[in-house]
């Protein structure tokens, strides 16, 4: 079975632009979560949706923002982009909200 | 005060021997605690989950729980090259939300 997908695998971004990220979770999964990790930190949790509502949301700026659509795939769009964004965004999907998450390959994102 | 806080290491064990890796976490509503493995420029792995007190195992792997203390650890038993990794302690908590620590950096020397 395939796990969870994301794309692209890298990007590279200029201060000031948008970006989405995409994710699609494992077959039977309802829930993804987004995380960002910098180099060196654990990951730091952005988003949580289930059966595409917001289940919850982490202590990150308005300029993040996320969905789910009905396949259960997910999108995660940063505008405005700062230096500061630059990091492995990694989304987690799970059978449901409060359960066991597995993470994909994550994007790295790098701002210049 | 962090939500959940780490030994960042790096702690080093011989082959064979056994790596301790400790964590503990603020929120004492917390029910699901997880262990994930990072190698070098990859996403976490899970390793295992505990949700109730006392020990969990799994192969060389066992998982640890004192929700009075606060505490879980993870002890990999027979410690291999290959074990060499940073491992994450995750906590969810009352709020659903996930927490991670910063994470343990363990050598396994052969």
């Known amino acids: 079975d395939a796990g969870v997908t994301q794309s692209p695998t890298h990007l590279i971004k200029t201060r000031g632009q948008h970006v989405t990220l995409r994710c699609s979770p494992i077959s039977g999964h309802k829930s993804v979560s987004w995380y960002q990790q910098v180099l060196g930190q654990g990951p730091q949790f952005i988003f949580q949706y289930y059966e595409k509502e917001e289940r919850g949301r982490g202590n990150f700026p308005d300029r993040f923002s996320a969905r789910q659509f009905p396949n259960y795939s997910s999108e995660l769009n940063v505008n405005a982009l700062l230096l500061g964004d630059s990091a492995l965004y990694l989304c987690?999907?799970?059978?449901?909200?409060?359960?066991?998450?597995?993470f994909g390959p994550g994007t790295r994102l790098t701002v210049l | 005060q962090k939500e959940v806080e780490q030994n960042s290491g790096p702690l080093s064990v011989p082959e064979g021997a056994i790596a301790s890796l400790n964590c503990t976490y603020s929120d004492r509503g917390s029910q699901s605690f997880f262990w994930y493995r990072q190698y070098s420029g990859k996403s976490p792995e899970l390793i295992m989950f505990i949700y109730s007190n006392g020990d969990k195992e799994d192969g060389r792997f066992t998982a640890q729980l004192n929700k009075a203390s606060q505490y879980v650890s993870l002890l990999i038993r027979d410690s291999q090259p290959s074990d060499s990794a940073t491992y994450l302690c995750a906590v969810r908590s009352t709020g659903n939300q996930f927490y991670f620590g910063t994470g343990t950096s363990l050598t396994v020397i052969p």
């Open positions: 987690a999907s799970s059978w449901d909200a409060p359960d066991t998450q597995y």
